[in-house]
Structures are given as structure tokens and as C-alpha cells.
């Protein structure tokens, strides 16, 4: 008989099993590295799995191919329950402290001292996938968003700079002109500090490149 049914492109395929967990029916299994349909009549046709593949292998469609058979399925899942996959292990996250809004981190705070500074625009975190381990990683990190926040970030870096032995400033910035004004504050910071310490700045691309470092 004619149906819809899903279809898998193993060229596509890249073995995450997301899809797997998703079939309720178990009607999915990995053999060889490669998601595959066990029986068309454990597939409802409903397509509960496209969204969760990563990479549009599955589609949905009409084809032959058997009845869907809703026992079959009772039966099948009664006899090789099918244990949810467990979740892929989260990154660590290289937060060292709190908060972090430039305009609420205390000018006087104890883990200010001696520390490399992060200040980075608040779009950074979304764009660049990495900025954890890339950026955040044995940083204190700061952030803000120079066109949406009030007033100017100089004055409070400035003083942050000023009570604390700061070892170094990274600015993590977006590449779109707004952005130029955290990598200003931090450079007028710096001078009216006094302070003569190693500082770059890295541009992030709209579409998560590095673009200068």
C-alpha cells in the first residue's frame, strides 16, 4: 500500500541517534553507525523524528510499504524496551564568578585581583559556539551591551583597573559598528588608569567567524 513513511539518507546520516530517541514507536535503530528503519510497520508516519535530526536526513513522503501495525509495535517495544540515549555531556562551563554585568561587578571584588579580564559584548556569547573554553577559560568575565545599556563603560573599567592588579584585557567584540564602543571603553579605561598592561581586541563575525585575533 501507498503511505507516508519516512526515508533516511545514509550519505546524510551522522550517527547522532537523536532520531532514535525520538521514534516512540522504536521503530529506529544505529547499525553500523547509521541510523536505519527496522520494519516499515513500526513507522506511524507521523515524522516525530525529523525535527530532531541535525542534518535533514530524514524525510517524510508517500511510498509502498507496509500497514502500520500498532500491536506489532506494543509487542516490539514490550520485548527490547528501548532506554532513552543519554544526553550528551555538556561542556564545562568556565564561569569563575558573578555576576557579570560590567555595571554590577564590584569595583573592589577579591576575584578582580590579579585577574585577566574578559569584557566581552553581550552577542558574542550566541555567535561564537566556542567562547567558553576559547575565551572564558582562566578569565574574569565581563559583559555589556554598548548600545542598549546606559551611559559609558569607561568610568567603571577605569576604576576596576585602577583597585586591582589586572594581568591583561581581551575584548570579545561582534563585528557590526555598535560594537566598536565596548573596545573603546576599555581603551579609554586603560589610559585613564594609568595602567600599561597587554590588551587585544577579537572581532567576531555575524556568522560566528573569528575575524581578528
Avoid at 28 to 49: E, F, H, N, P, W
Wanted: some cysteine; aromatic content about 4%.
Amino acid at each position: 500500500m501507498k503511505r507516508n513513511i519516512i526515508t533516511i539518507d545514509e550519505s546524510k546520516c551522522d550517527g547522532c541517534a537523536l532520531c532514535v530517541s525520538a521514534c516512540q514507536e522504536g521503530a529506529l535503530q544505529m547499525v553500523d553507525g547509521k541510523a536505519r528503519l527496522i520494519t516499515d510497520s513500526y513507522c506511524d508516519g507521523l515524522g516525530a523524528c525529523l525535527p530532531d535530526c541535525p542534518t535533514g536526513a530524514i524525510t517524510i513522503g508517500e511510498r509502498d510499504a507496509e500497514a502500520f501495525d500498532e500491536a506489532a509495535v506494543k509487542t516490539h517495544l514490550s520485548k527490547a524496551p528501548h532506554a532513552p540515549l543519554m544526553p550528551k555531556t555538556a561542556p564545562e562551563s568556565q564561569l569563575r564568578q558573578w555576576p557579570v554585568q560590567i555595571k554590577l561587578v564590584p569595583v573592589k571584588a577579591p576575584y578582580l585581583q590579579n585577574a585577566n579580564l574578559l569584557v566581552a559584548a553581550d552577542c558574542t556569547a550566541f555567535a561564537y559556539a566556542n567562547i567558553h573554553n576559547d575565551y572564558m577559560k582562566n578569565r574574569i568575565t565581563l559583559i555589556g551591551c554598548p548600545k542598549l545599556d546606559e551611559g559609558d563603560y569607561a568610568d567603571k573599567l577605569a576604576a576596576i583597573l585602577e583597585n586591582n592588579a589586572i594581568r591583561s584585557v581581551t575584548v570579545l567584540r561582534m563585528e557590526v559598528p555598535c560594537c566598536g564602543g565596548i573596545a573603546h571603553a576599555v581603551k579609554t579605561a586603560l589610559t585613564r588608569s594609568g595602567k600599561m598592561i597587554p590588551w587585544q581586541v577579537v572581532t567576531i563575525g555575524t556568522n560566528g567567524d573569528v575575524l581578528q585575533d
